[in-house]
C-alpha cells in the first residue's frame, strides 16, 4: 500500500460513509487485496453517528485518508473523494460493501492495458440477509455484448457502481457526479460517458460482495426510483438521441414511472389515504393492466382495508 504523501498511488478507493455498522470490514477488505498500491480515501457525509463512526475508524487512520463535510449525498461525497484523490484511476466501493481479494488486481490490470477503456464494471455476489443472497447482479441485470448508450437504455448492459474502476480524468472531465439525480448519479455518469464517446467494459466475474439489507432494500426505494426518473428526464433534456435510444428511454421513463407509483400507492395505503392511493393504482393500472391492480382498486372503493392485504398476496 502506498504510504500517504510518499508516493503517488496506481489507484485510489473511495468510500462515502454515513453507517459505521460495516465499514471496518469495507475498510478490511480493501487492505488485504493481494495488489498493494493504492490509497483509501473514506469521506464523512454528515453522518449523524460520527463519533461512533471516528471511533471505528481510529485504527485505521494511519492507512487511510478521512475528511468529513455535511451531509449533501452519496455522489456529493464521492466528488470529494475524487477531488482529493492523488491516483489516476478511481474504484468506488459503498461503505458496506467488500472487494473479493483478487479485486484490485483484475481491475487496475485490466484498465492499464486497455487504454481505449474509461471505466469496467464487475458483477456482484449478493449478501446480507435478502432474498438475492448467493446470486449475482448479472443473474438479474444482464450484461450481453458490447456496452453502448443504446444497450445501457435498453437493459441490455447495467453497468454496477459497487467496485467499478473509472479514470479520474475521465471523471473531471464529465463535471463529476450530478448531486441533483443521488442514488442514480452512477447511472447517470455511465451515460454521460458514453454519449461523450467514451467506451465501458465489464467483468463476468463476481469480484464485489453486494450487501443488501432493510435499509438499502426498502426504505429508500421511493427515492430511489423518484431519482430514476429524474435521470432519465435529464436525458431527455440535454442528449440528442437516436429514434431507438429515444424509445429505449421512453419505454424506461414508463417503467420507472410505473415504480414510483406503486410505491406512493403503498404509502397511501400505510397512511390510511384511500383517495391518494387510488390516484396513484389507477395510473398503474392504466399503463399496465393486471387482475391484483383491479382488485387492489376494488377493494380501495369498496372496503379499503382490504387493499393492504391483496397487495401482500404476493411480493412485487
Same mark, same amino acid.
Given at each position: 500500500? %502506498?504510504?500517504?504523501?510518499? %508516493?503517488? +498511488?496506481?489507484?485510489?478507493?473511495?468510500?462515502?460513509?454515513?453507517?459505521?455498522?460495516?465499514?471496518? =470490514?469495507?475498510?478490511?477488505?480493501?487492505?488485504?487485496q493481494?495488489?498493494?498500491d493504492?490509497?483509501?480515501?473514506?469521506? /464523512?457525509d *454528515?453522518?449523524?453517528?460520527?463519533?461512533?463512526?471516528?471511533?471505528?475508524?481510529?485504527?485505521?487512520?494511519? !492507512?487511510?485518508?478521512?475528511?468529513?463535510q455535511? /451531509?449533501?449525498?452519496?455522489?456529493v461525497?464521492?466528488?470529494? *473523494?475524487?477531488?482529493?484523490?492523488?491516483?489516476?484511476?478511481?474504484?468506488?466501493l459503498?461503505?458496506?460493501?467488500?472487494?473479493? +481479494?483478487?479485486h484490485?488486481?483484475? =481491475?487496475?490490470?485490466?484498465?492499464?492495458?486497455?487504454?481505449?477503456?474509461?471505466?469496467?464494471?464487475?458483477?456482484?455476489?449478493?449478501?446480507?440477509?435478502?432474498?438475492?443472497?448467493?446470486?449475482?447482479?448479472?443473474?438479474?441485470?444482464?450484461?450481453? *455484448?458490447?456496452? %453502448?448508450?443504446?444497450?445501457?437504455?435498453?437493459?441490455?448492459?447495467?453497468?454496477?457502481?459497487?467496485?467499478?474502476?473509472v !479514470?479520474?480524468?475521465t471523471?473531471?472531465?464529465?463535471?463529476?457526479?450530478?448531486?441533483?439525480?443521488? @442514488?442514480?448519479?452512477?447511472?447517470?455518469?455511465?451515460?454521460?460517458?458514453?454519449?461523450?464517446? *467514451?467506451?465501458?467494459?465489464?467483468?463476468?466475474?463476481?469480484?464485489?460482495?453486494?450487501?443488501?439489507?432493510?435499509?438499502?432494500?426498502? @426504505?429508500?426505494?421511493?427515492?430511489y426510483?423518484? @431519482?430514476?426518473? !429524474?435521470?432519465?428526464?435529464?436525458?431527455?433534456a /440535454?442528449?440528442?438521441l437516436?429514434?431507438e435510444?429515444?424509445?429505449a428511454?421512453?419505454?424506461?421513463?414508463? %417503467?420507472?414511472?410505473?415504480?414510483?407509483e406503486?410505491?406512493?400507492?403503498?404509502?397511501?395505503?400505510?397512511? !390510511?389515504?384511500?383517495?391518494?392511493?387510488?390516484?396513484?393504482?389507477?395510473?398503474?393500472?392504466?399503463?399496465?393492466? @393486471?387482475?391484483?391492480?383491479?382488485?387492489v382498486?376494488?377493494?380501495?372503493?369498496?372496503?379499503?382495508?382490504l387493499?393492504?392485504?391483496?397487495?401482500?398476496?404476493?411480493r412485487?
Open positions: 500500500m %502506498s504510504i500517504v504523501g510518499v %508516493s503517488t +498511488p496506481a489507484v485510489t478507493v473511495v468510500i462515502p460513509a454515513w453507517s459505521p455498522k460495516f465499514i471496518a =470490514q469495507t475498510i478490511d477488505s480493501v487492505l488485504t493481494s495488489f498493494q493504492f490509497e483509501i480515501v473514506v469521506v /464523512n *454528515g453522518s449523524p453517528e460520527t463519533e461512533t463512526l471516528e471511533r471505528v475508524l481510529a485504527p485505521f487512520l494511519p !492507512r487511510i485518508r478521512y475528511f468529513v455535511k /451531509n449533501a449525498g452519496g455522489a461525497a464521492r466528488n470529494t *473523494g475524487i477531488h482529493d484523490a492523488r491516483a489516476p484511476l478511481i474504484v468506488n459503498d461503505n458496506d460493501d467488500l472487494l473479493e +481479494p483478487g484490485l488486481a483484475a =481491475q487496475v490490470e485490466f484498465i492499464q492495458q486497455h487504454p481505449e477503456i474509461d471505466a469496467r464494471y464487475v458483477n456482484l455476489l449478493y449478501f446480507g440477509g435478502s432474498d438475492l443472497d448467493g446470486t449475482h447482479w448479472m443473474d438479474h441485470n444482464p450484461s450481453d *455484448g458490447d456496452v %453502448s448508450l443504446l444497450s445501457v437504455l435498453a437493459g441490455r448492459t447495467c453497468p454496477a457502481n459497487p467496485g467499478s474502476i !479514470r479520474r480524468d471523471l473531471l472531465n464529465l463535471g463529476l457526479y450530478d448531486p441533483a439525480v443521488d @442514488s442514480w448519479d452512477d447511472f447517470d455518469m455511465w451515460l454521460r460517458i458514453l454519449y461523450s464517446g *467514451g467506451k465501458i467494459a465489464y467483468c463476468r466475474k463476481p469480484l464485489v460482495r453486494y450487501r443488501l439489507h432493510g435499509g438499502n432494500l426498502s @426504505s429508500r426505494r421511493a427515492y426510483m423518484e @431519482s430514476a426518473v !429524474r435521470v432519465v428526464e435529464k436525458v431527455e /440535454n442528449m440528442r437516436t429514434a435510444e429515444t424509445a428511454l421512453a419505454a424506461r421513463k414508463r %417503467s420507472a414511472m410505473f415504480d414510483v406503486i410505491l406512493r400507492g403503498k404509502s397511501a395505503l400505510q397512511r !390510511r389515504d384511500w383517495s391518494e392511493a387510488i390516484r396513484h393504482f389507477e395510473y398503474c393500472r392504466l399503463q399496465a393492466p @393486471s387482475m391484483k391492480l383491479r382488485a382498486l376494488l377493494a380501495l372503493r369498496a372496503a379499503p382495508w387493499a393492504g392485504e391483496i397487495l401482500r398476496l404476493r412485487d
